[in-house]
């Protein structure tokens, strides 16, 4: 099973940025298809943006022209750049890894707050 370990949380005002990275374990980082999600209090785990193998990429509505995910396989790593954050952005980001063969997001990082205020 990978180990996911989120970084790069924090307070920042509005409009501000960060960065998050998600470290992984193993030596098959590069096969994952990796995802950002994000949980607000009261309201449900959320896809933010996601990776493929490949390079391709997905946004949610809400995230689109201000987040960014990309990759490093050569350091095991995902990244999430956040620019013009929103207070609505407010969330514990999770990082996830779907493995070669299964259907869902099956591994977990254990979560990293941010926090914007206005």
């Known amino acids: 099973q990978v180990q996911l370990v989120e970084s790069g949380g924090g307070l920042v005002q509005a409009g501000g940025s960060l960065r998050l990275s998600c470290a992984a374990s193993g030596r098959t980082f590069s096969s994952y298809r990796m995802g950002w999600f994000r949980q607000a209090p009261g309201k449900e785990r959320e896809l933010v943006a996601a990776?493929?193998?490949?390079?391709?990429?997905y946004y949610a509505d809400s995230v689109k022209g201000r987040f960014t995910i990309s990759r490093d396989n050569a350091k095991n790593t995902v990244y999430l750049q956040m620019n013009s954050l929103k207070p609505e952005d407010t969330a514990v980001y999770y990082c996830?890894?779907?493995?070669?063969?299964?259907?869902?997001?099956?591994?977990w990082g254990q979560g990293t707050q941010v926090t914007v205020s206005s």
């Open positions: 996830a890894a779907q493995r070669v063969g299964v259907s869902n997001y099956d591994c």
């Open positions: 990776i493929s193998r490949g390079g391709s990429t």
